[in-house]
C-alpha cells in the first residue's frame, strides 16, 4: 500500500503540476460535445432504448461515449508516460523495487485511472451545465464503472508500451489504436444502426471491448447495472493485464528481445 500510495502522489502532483492536461483533456469531448453533437442534434434523435426511458437527443446519447474517449486518450496518454519514464531510467528504478512486478505495474494503472476519472467528472459538471444532467445516483453508480474501464484502456496502453522503444514511435501506434477502438464502437451511434449499414460492421463495433465499456458506463450513469458489459470489460482487463506482465518480464518479454 506504501507504494501504491506513492505512485498515486506521484501522478497527482504531476497532473497538478501540469494543470493543461486537465484543459487539453476536455478540449477533445467538448469539441464533439458542443459543436458536433449540436450540430447533429434535431437530425440524429434516438429511439428508446435501454437504458433510456423516453426519446433522447444525440448531445444526450454521446455524453458517455465521450467519458470513454477520455479514459481511452488518458489511458494512452499515462502508456506514453511510461516510455518516457523508462528512457529516463525511472521506470526502471521502479520495476526493480522489492515488490511483485504486478502490483507495481497496477499501481501504476490505478494511478493513471485516478487522474482519468477527475477529468471525465469535469466533462459531466460541463455537461450538466449546458443541459445534459443525469439522475444524481448515476453519478455515484458511474465511479466503480469508470475505474474498471479506466483499467482495462490503461492495461491496452501498458501492453502496447511494452513493444514500444522509443518514444516517437508509441505516438504513432497511439492513433492505430485510438481510433479504430473510438469510431468502431457504440460511442457515437447505437448497434441497431450500425447493422442498417452493415452486419459486419456491426459485429465489430460489437466485439470491440471499448463499445462494452461505453455501454457500462452508460447504463451506470442511469442507475443500472449492464453485466454482460461489465463482464466483458473485466475479461478485456485480464487479458490486457496478462499481456502487459509478460512484455514487462525481463525473462520472457519485449524487453529481454530488445536487450
Not at 469531448?29 to 433522447?56: D, E, H, K, M, N
Not at 528504478?93 to 477529468?119: E, N
Not at 449546458?130 to 474498471?148: E, H, I, N, R, S
Request: net charge positive.
Amino acid at each position: 500500500m506504501t507504494a501504491l500510495g506513492a505512485v498515486l502522489a506521484r501522478e497527482m502532483l504531476r497532473f497538478w503540476q501540469q494543470r493543461a492536461r486537465l484543459f487539453s483533456a476536455l478540449v477533445r469531448p467538448l469539441v464533439w460535445f458542443l459543436v458536433f453533437a449540436a450540430g447533429f442534434r434535431a437530425a440524429l434523435g434516438l429511439s428508446i432504448i435501454p437504458p433510456y426511458q423516453t426519446y433522447i437527443t444525440y448531445q444526450t446519447y454521446i455524453v458517455p461515449g465521450l467519458c470513454g474517449m477520455i479514459l481511452l486518450f488518458n489511458g494512452m496518454q499515462s502508456s506514453l508516460s511510461l516510455v518516457h519514464d523508462r528512457e529516463t531510467g525511472s521506470m526502471r528504478l521502479l520495476l526493480t523495487a522489492p515488490l511483485p512486478r504486478w502490483w507495481l505495474l497496477f499501481a501504476k494503472l490505478a494511478a493513471g485511472t485516478g487522474v482519468s476519472v477527475i477529468q471525465v467528472y469535469a466533462f459531466l459538471a460541463i455537461a450538466a451545465c449546458f443541459g445534459v444532467a443525469m439522475p444524481w445516483q448515476g453519478y455515484l453508480m458511474v465511479l466503480p464503472a469508470l475505474m474498471l474501464a479506466g483499467l482495462m484502456l490503461g492495461a491496452l496502453g501498458l501492453a502496447l508500451s511494452a513493444t514500444v522503444t522509443q518514444l516517437e514511435n508509441f505516438a504513432g501506434v497511439m492513433n492505430f489504436v485510438i481510433f479504430p477502438c473510438f469510431f468502431l464502437s457504440s460511442a457515437l451511434y447505437p448497434l441497431w444502426r450500425m447493422a442498417e449499414s452493415s452486419d459486419l460492421l456491426r459485429d465489430i463495433c460489437a466485439a470491440n471491448p471499448f463499445t462494452h465499456a461505453v455501454e457500462m458506463i452508460r447504463f451506470a450513469l442511469y442507475g443500472q447495472v449492464n453485466g454482460t458489459a461489465a463482464g466483458w470489460v473485466c475479461l478485456a482487463f485480464a487479458v490486457f493485464s496478462a499481456a502487459a506482465l509478460r512484455g514487462y518480464d525481463p525473462a520472457r518479454g519485449m524487453i529481454r528481445r530488445r536487450g
